[in-house]
């Protein structure tokens, strides 16, 4: 599995399709002449178009003129989902239920072990702290203590914050 999984709340699941592999070129690009960086693929059509870290951003190109919510990557040692409307990072474990990835979760638990590990920092963290190359720490720390307060955190992200040295809600 990809990062930490929390049940999805994505709407628009019922729309992915078994589609055929993926292109290994983006044929947008090829078109015009162009290159592509990541390549994602509609779980809709199947339409392979490049991701929008590339110049052409032709993955988001197809959900606008189609409607197509749903885009996987192509990326080799990657399986998860994008759903453009209800901006949700998606997986789909081996019985196929799908899960929701909160990237923002996994890096801000991943920089807080590091830095209280090593004793440069220790909770609860200043509201503007930063770490690696700007992650923003104190923002991390607020959004989940927010989510705690307002009930709407993950039991498993709950547990996994409490097992951090010296977290106290």
């Given at each position: ?40 693929q ?5 339409n ?5 870290t ?21 990326e ?16 789909q ?21 590091g ?52 977290w106290?809600?």
């Amino acid at each position: 599995m990809y990062g930490h999984p929390v049940k999805s709340t994505c709407t628009h699941l019922d729309l992915v399709a078994d589609v055929d592999p993926g292109e290994d070129v983006c044929p947008a690009c090829v078109a015009i002449d162009s290159s592509w960086l990541h390549l994602r693929q509609c779980r809709i059509c199947g339409n392979t178009a490049c991701c929008d870290t590339s110049l052409n951003k032709h993955a988001t190109a197809h959900f606008r003129d189609t409607g197509h919510p749903i885009m996987r990557t192509l990326e080799a040692d990657q399986d998860w989902s994008w759903c453009f409307i209800d901006e949700e990072t998606l997986e789909q474990d081996a019985d196929g239920r799908w899960r929701s990835i909160d990237g923002f979760f996994d890096a801000g638990v991943w920089f807080a072990r590091g830095l209280l590990a090593d004793g440069t920092a220790s909770l609860p963290f200043a509201a503007e702290a930063t770490a690696g190359e700007g992650f923003p720490l104190g923002v991390w720390e607020a959004t989940y203590r927010r989510r705690h307060r307002d009930g709407t955190i993950d039991p498993e992200q709950a547990a996994e914050l409490e097992s951090l040295p010296g977290w106290r809600w």
